[in-house]
Nanobody, 121 residues
Framework: QVHLVESGGGLVQPGGSLRLSCAVS????????PAWYRQAPGRQRELVAA???????NYADSVKGRFTISRDNAKNTVYLQMNSLKPEDTAVYYC???????????????WGQGTQVTVSS
């Protein structure tokens, strides 16, 4: 079975940094459109950052200049470097990607289990 496995969340003080990782567990043929989303209590899930297969990136206005999304294609891993963290960044962060799994005819959307990021003094 194929999964997206996130890691790197935790508790950090305002102004601090964290790096989230999202690794593909299992065999895949390709990964497309990986992105990070987040969901705070009582709020809808929102797109934080996305990166195309060509390396183009897209960020939510609230994180521009502070967060950086990147990918390591050899490791099938996507990262989210988060700097200058603010209390309003507190949320569960989810990895999302379209994966093409061997034996299937098309890509399917996958979500990770989520990792908690808490920004508090």
């Amino acid at each position: 079975q194929v999964h997206l496995v996130e890691s790197g969340g935790g508790l950090v003080q305002p102004g601090g940094s964290l790096r989230l990782s999202c690794a593909v567990s299992g065999s895949i043929l390709s990964i497309s459109g990986p992105a990070w989303y987040r969901q705070a209590p009582g709020r809808q899930r929102e797109l934080v950052a996305a990166i195309s297969n060509g390396g183009m990136t897209n960020y939510a206005d609230s994180v521009k200049g502070r967060f950086t999304i990147s990918r390591d294609n050899a490791k099938n891993t996507v990262y989210l470097q988060m700097n200058s963290l603010k209390p309003e960044d507190t949320a569960v962060y989810y990895c999302n990607a379209a994966l093409w799994v061997p034996g299937t005819v098309t890509r399917r959307d996958y979500w990770g289990q989520g990792t908690q990021v808490t920004v508090s003094s």
